[in-house]
């Protein structure tokens, strides 16, 4: 079945770093764009920005340049969301979702992951 | 890039229908027919209800509908159901194939 499944939640300190993993299965992992979308609790949905795992190729949000890091292992089929010098307001679930490369559409990502729960606090 | 602005909530009556508005500039809901609607239910991840304006995806009830015009992109839920309370959020392409989401509306079934 198609699904992508993240890694478990993580606590941080203020400054730290964290990477997030996202495991795809059931379908071709380098045909598809994968999203990050990240959301503060209680608040919207905000898009950080996606990765093509094909060719490694990335593009960023403005607000998450030089300091959010989209890799991927195309032998595990996982891809990968790095934070660097979290700050409070950084506390949010983190999803991943897939969107199929070279289609005529955008923004259409169909399939998500579980979520993971960023908390950073001192 | 700002995000997309929504109605805070609306609401309606099983069986009835109801409209959410998102708008946004020439620069991304005005500038590209690339606009996706997403319903997140409490504790989920979203879903995919309509892509590209005014496409369902497969399994997507035709009770949801999606229409564009000028800046501004609109999502009707027809004979709403309870299962249909939930978050919405629009999506746009905002140029150089980046995205921005709206903020999001709270449907409440009365």
């Known amino acids: 079945q198609v699904q992508l499944v993240q890694s478990g939640a993580e606590v941080k300190k203020p400054g730290a770093s964290v990477k997030v993993s996202c495991q795809a299965s059931?379908?071709?992992?380098?045909?598809?764009?994968v999203h990050w979308v990240r959301q503060a609790p209680g608040q919207g949905l905000e898009w950080m920005g996606w990765i093509n795992p094909n060719s490694g190729g990335t593009n960023y949000a403005q607000k998450f340049e030089g300091w959010v890091t989209m890799t991927r292992d195309t032998s595990i089929n996982t891809a990968y969301l790095e934070v660097s010098r979290l700050k409070s307001d950084d506390t949010a679930v983190y999803y991943c979702a897939r969107e199929e490369v070279g289609s005529s559409s955008f923004g259409a990502a169909d399939i998500w992951g579980q979520g993971t729960m960023v908390t950073v606090s001192s | 890039q700002s995000a997309l602005t929504q109605p805070r909530s609306v609401s309606g009556s099983p069986g009835q229908s109801v409209t959410i508005s998102c708008t946004g500039t020439s620069s991304d809901v005005g500038g590209y027919n690339y606009v996706s609607w997403f319903q997140q239910h409490p504790g989920k991840a979203p879903k995919l209800m309509i892509y590209?304006?005014?496409k369902r995806p497969s399994g997507v009830p035709d009770r949801f509908s999606g229409f564009k015009s000028g800046n501004t992109a609109s999502l009707t839920i027809s004979g709403l159901q309870a299962e249909d309370e939930a978050d919405y959020y629009c999506c746009s392409h905002a140029g150089s194939y980046t995205l921005v989401f709206g903020t999001g509306t709270q449907v409440t079934v009365l």
């Open positions: 590209d304006v005014t």
């Open positions: 059931g379908y071709s992992f380098t045909g598809y764009y």
